[in-house]
């Protein structure tokens, strides 16, 4: 797996710019001017900072304008591009206009919840809003971490078993309802109770 680090300052994003639609009185006939140029600034951009080797995948992971602008506008040339939000899809596209165009140009959505999902590509349908979306979990291994028996030993004599679930707490995007009722399934149904 090879890593090259790159940036492109928000600023030199083109989408960035939908705000002004919204923030600025006379926004929205200033935004094409403003999209324009910074759309001249990264044809010229991509002559100093493309990556001219082709690879399989190219993945924008943190789901800011900088590195969705990135792959989205082959900076980096890929056969395949996804878009990893953190979160759910309603979120960006209420945000602001520049997530969604981002993402049709990408295509490949990876979320980590499918809240509102529905109900977006149905009122965007018209749009050409047409996605592969995928829902995969954060993941977290626990298989190099060393445990603690003591202190588990301990925690579990002040407060019985326990399942240790990190999130905040916010229904119904963390879903703890399924969380403790998988562990109630696991105990009576497999016997699984460590």
């Not at 990893?84 to 490949?108: C, D, M, P």
Request: hydrophobic share 40%; aromatic share 14%; proline share 3%.
């Amino acid at each position: 797996c090879n890593v090259k680090i790159l940036s492109l300052p928000r600023s030199h994003c083109p989408e960035a710019y939908w705000v002004i639609t919204r923030r600025v009185r006379g926004g929205k006939y200033i935004f094409p001017f403003a999209y324009l140029f910074i759309s001249l600034v990264h044809v010229v951009e991509k002559l100093f900072k493309s990556v001219k080797k082709e690879y399989d995948v190219a993945i924008a992971f943190s789901g800011h304008y900088n590195d969705l602008s990135f792959v989205a506008n082959n900076f980096i040339k890929a056969k395949k591009r996804i878009a990893w939000l953190h979160g759910a899809l309603y979120q960006y596209v209420l945000t602001a206009q520049g997530f969604e165009n981002l993402y049709k140009k990408i295509r490949n959505l990876v979320v980590l919840v499918d809240d509102g999902q529905e109900e977006v590509i149905a009122y965007h349908k018209k749009d050409g809003f047409d996605f592969n979306i995928f829902k995969i979990y954060n993941p977290m291994s626990m298989s190099e971490k060393v445990l603690d028996y003591k202190k588990i030993d301990a925690l579990k004599k002040e407060y019985g078993d326990f399942v240790l679930m990190v999130s905040r707490l916010l229904y119904p995007h963390k879903d703890h309802y399924t969380v403790i009722s998988a562990v109630k399934l696991l105990k009576e149904k497999y016997g699984v109770d460590r």
